[in-house]
């Protein structure tokens, strides 16, 4: 059984300040729950789930001892999502497990869809790219809609906030950058190793930014649609990129 402090707890961490504060958030349903029970790159506080999953899943379950069971009702309180699932986890927000950085890196200048960062992440993830690089005032990577959107890809690709003039500076690597009249996508050739920078959902990369990127290139256009949402633009030039590495 729940006590009010601890469904006041797990409600709070709705807000981003919240999570700060008590550095936890929060994943649910059984596919997320899966993926992070079988990695080890989060410290799971408290498992929190009803009877019939707790059963279905007894074996793996036997090394945590930190495992609630809870009614659908007092489920119910705590999910954040529309329709409950089974199981939510508590999770501590410091990464345990240090991921190898990947020969590409994703930049996002001031990205503040939630949907959309869940979905470059599982992007990212399908391509072999596992480090995003996020603009300090982008969307907080433990919004639980950022969470439940990467359906399990955010315990397999690392995700830092940086000062991205200073982190771009520091880079020896090659840098592209997703711009309207750029090269020709498919007339470029990627290096091995680089860096892929994308814009904000509305305005693009900033023109600070701009300044530091060498290799300006666009998706070829040939229909009437007015832009590309960014996680879109995030598939293409992936598959691009790694198309060409995978001819390599």
Known sequence: MLSNRQIKLIQSLKQKKFRSEHQLFIAEGEKIAAEVLSSNTFKIEAIYAVKAWIDKNELILQQFRNVVEVSNNELNKISQLTTVNQVLLLLNCKIQENLVPSKWTIVIDTLQDPGNLGTIIRVADWFGINEIILS???????????????????????????????????????????????????????????????????????????KLISNHVEIPQEGGAESLNVSIACSIFSNEIMRQNFQR
């Open 136 to 210: 300090k005032n982008s969307v907080d990577l433990f919004n639980p809609k950022v969470i439940q959107s990467t359906m399990g890809s955010f315990n397999r690709v690392s995700v830092k906030y940086e000062d991205l003039s200073i982190w771009l500076l520091s880079q020896t690597r090659e840098i592209y950058g997703a711009v309207l009249g750029g090269t020709n996508l498919y007339k470029t050739i990627f290096p091995e190793y680089g860096i892929l920078v994308l814009g904000n959902e509305s305005k693009g990369i900033s023109s600070e930014l701009l």
